[in-house]
């Protein structure tokens, strides 16, 4: 079985503030996938980005970055110089290696306030 | 979201009846689930699909049917709704045989709720 946490139900900061939303994972697989959703007050879910299991690479986007280490088995998110429209719950998930089972955390709630 | 469609995206049931959730892919992918969403607990796989003709059961099965006639098409059916099957519902699609691939789409979701 696998299994995604992400201790942080929910976190506040003020606008400009950084912020990093942890993911620890459980998988036997060595092949796997992990991804991050944002879901914003409309509902929908955003993809943001993919990361292979065999690529332990960080990666940046804008303000956007993720640290990737499969030695803690963690796929963390930070958000850097936080801004109001980065308000939403975001969702981490892991899929297996043959691609038929997505599971997701629970998600952490952000809230950025002016 | 482009690529998958779910209809209704709001329904209100009465206790005790049936209903499917549409969820339509143009992509023509493979693999097509469904997901629940309940406050707290993120998104729970009910059911999926890795092709026409083949399904299987998720995480929460219970109390809900899917078919898959088609690469398409992958409805989910409540038989005999119940409050506890209140939540918002997901369908997601996706390729693979994609080497790099593998990114998931979701449709907008579609909130249920069981009188």
């Known amino acids: 079985a696998q299994k995604v946490t992400q201790a942080q139900t929910e976190i506040s900061v003020v606008e400009k503030e950084d912020v990093t939303l942890d993911c620890v994972y459980e998988t036997r697989d060595t092949t796997y996938y992990l991804f991050w959703y944002k879901q914003p007050p409309s509902g929908e879910l955003v993809f943001l980005i993919r990361?292979?299991?065999?690529?332990?690479q960080n990666e940046i986007s804008g303000r956007y970055s993720w640290n990737f280490q499969k030695s803690t088995s963690s796929f963390n998110f930070t958000i850097t110089a936080s801004q109001v429209v980065d308000s939403a719950v975001y969702f981490c998930a892991l899929r297996n290696n043959a691609g038929n089972m997505l599971t997701f955390g629970g998600g952490t709630r952000l809230m950025v306030k002016p | 979201n482009a690529g998958v469609t779910q209809t209704p995206k709001f329904q209100v049931l009465k206790t005790g009846q049936s209903m499917t959730l549409q969820c339509a892919q143009d992509?023509?992918?493979?693999?097509m689930s469904w997901y629940r969403q309940d406050p707290g607990m993120g998104l729970r796989l009910i059911h999926y699909s890795v092709g026409a003709g083949i399904t299987d059961q998720g995480e929460v099965p219970n109390g809900y049917n899917v078919s898959r006639s088609t690469t398409e098409d992958f409805p989910l059916r409540l038989l005999s709704a119940a409050p506890s099957q209140t939540s918002v519902y997901f369908c997601?699609?996706?390729?693979?045989?994609?080497?790099?691939?593998?990114?998931?789409?979701f449709g907008e979701g579609s909130w249920l709720t069981v009188v």
């Open positions: 990361r292979n299991s065999f690529d332990e």
């Open positions: 992509m023509n992918h493979e693999y």
């Open positions: 997601a699609s996706s390729s693979v045989r994609e080497i790099v691939g593998n990114t998931i789409y």
